[in-house]
């Protein structure tokens, strides 16, 4: 598909997507042409990203603004309010994924049938290149004006008040495009889920056991740390029920790492305790010559 520069090639559907980055330009361009010719308009609110993420958007004609991030809730919820979206239906999408040709489809046949105010959509994980067995429903598309998301600094959920429906076809996770960078997003990630428990921050929802599935996640996730064998349980949980066990060597590893996330949030939770103080991220990235010294190539 021909791609006009600066100008984005908006779909006929009446949908505005939104998408939230940091250092993603190893996925712009494969999420961009996955919308191109579909959606009407496309937003991008970028972290202030140091690699070629917003030369790619501005490129296919996205609507680019910048924000520091100081949350996903609080990121969400500005693009909300601030974004001059103009059509009634908005889509939240992450740029690791990709919507499938049967998913476009129903929801198309959804928006056009105007019969809900929120739409369910069954998301599947790939890894390594691989589709695992792995899928869950979450909310991705809703009614201009009817969505607020939970103000929390990681796992933020989107609230919908009125009727939802359950689009077919698959969103496609592209969970990294490597085990490199997947591992250095689960250190951010454990490290956000550690500070926040240690701090007794804001959670998604009211934990409860016998809530919604929300607040049943949210009990889980709560009280999962004072279960006995939890690490093994959890292992159990993701090779055996969930399936991966399917996908041969692929699926034994993404269970095990899946285990490591929590083990290393975990931990991270208990050094803070035994410390007493908060982790610092100390940068690892190399930084520009100081032009107070010598410099030498």
């Given at each position: 598909?021909k791609?006009?520069?600066?100008k984005w090639?908006?779909?006929?559907?009446?949908?505005?997507v939104?998408?939230i980055s940091?250092n993603?330009?190893?996925?712009?361009?494969?999420?961009?042409?996955?919308l191109?010719?579909w959606?009407?308009?496309?937003?991008l609110v970028d972290?202030c990203s140091?690699?070629?993420?917003?030369?790619?958007?501005l490129?296919?004609?996205?609507?680019v603004?910048?924000?520091y991030?100081d949350?996903?809730?609080s990121?969400?919820?500005?693009a909300?309010?601030?974004?001059p979206?103009?059509?009634?239906w908005v889509m939240?999408?992450d740029?690791?994924e990709?919507?499938?040709?049967e998913l476009k489809?129903?929801?198309e046949v959804?928006?056009?049938?105007?019969?809900?105010?929120?739409v369910?959509?069954?998301?599947r994980?790939?890894?390594m290149g691989?589709i695992?067995?792995v899928?869950?429903?979450i909310l991705?598309?809703?009614?201009?004006g009817?969505c607020r998301?939970?103000?929390?600094?990681v796992?933020e959920?989107?609230?919908?008040e009125?009727?939802l429906?359950l689009?077919?076809?698959?969103?496609?996770?592209?969970?990294?495009?490597?085990?490199?960078?997947?591992i250095?997003?689960?250190?951010n990630?454990?490290?956000?889920?550690a500070?926040n428990q240690?701090t007794?921050?804001?959670?998604?929802?009211?934990?409860?056991?016998?809530?919604s599935?929300?607040e049943?996640?949210?009990?889980?996730?709560?009280?999962?740390?004072?279960?006995?064998g939890?690490?093994?349980?959890?292992f159990?949980?993701?090779?055996l029920?969930l399936?991966?066990?399917?996908c041969?060597?692929?699926?034994?590893?993404?269970?095990?790492l899946?285990?490591?996330v929590y083990?290393?949030?975990?931990?991270k939770?208990?050094e803070?305790d035994i410390?007493?103080?908060?982790?610092?991220?100390i940068?690892l990235q190399v930084g520009?010559?100081?032009?107070r010294?010598?410099f030498y190539k």
């Amino acid at each position: 598909m021909k791609i006009v520069k600066n100008k984005w090639d908006s779909g006929p559907v009446p949908v505005s997507v939104i998408l939230i980055s940091l250092n993603e330009a190893h996925n712009m361009e494969e999420v961009l042409q996955n919308l191109s010719g579909w959606a009407s308009e496309v937003f991008l609110v970028d972290s202030c990203s140091s690699d070629a993420t917003v030369d790619i958007a501005l490129k296919y004609g996205v609507h680019v603004v910048q924000r520091y991030f100081d949350g996903f809730g609080s990121q969400w919820n500005f693009a909300l309010d601030s974004l001059p979206i103009s059509n009634p239906w908005v889509m939240k999408l992450d740029p690791d994924e990709r919507i499938s040709s049967e998913l476009k489809s129903s929801l198309e046949v959804i928006i056009k049938k105007n019969i809900c105010t929120g739409v369910n959509i069954e998301r599947r994980l790939w890894f390594m290149g691989s589709i695992l067995p792995v899928t869950q429903i979450i909310l991705r598309l809703w009614k201009r004006g009817s969505c607020r998301f939970t103000d929390v600094k990681v796992n933020e959920h989107p609230i919908v008040e009125g009727g939802l429906e359950l689009a077919s076809g698959y969103l496609e996770h592209h969970d990294s495009p490597n085990l490199d960078h997947w591992i250095a997003k689960q250190n951010n990630y454990t490290t956000t889920e550690a500070i926040n428990q240690y701090t007794n921050g804001a959670l998604a929802a009211i934990p409860k056991l016998l809530g919604s599935s929300l607040e049943r996640r949210v009990w889980l996730k709560k009280y999962f740390w004072k279960f006995p064998g939890k690490y093994s349980a959890l292992f159990v949980y993701h090779y055996l029920i969930l399936g991966s066990w399917k996908c041969g060597r692929i699926g034994w590893m993404w269970s095990h790492l899946r285990v490591e996330v929590y083990r290393y949030w975990g931990y991270k939770k208990i050094e803070m305790d035994i410390t007493g103080q908060k982790i610092v991220k100390i940068p690892l990235q190399v930084g520009t010559p100081d032009k107070r010294v010598k410099f030498y190539k």
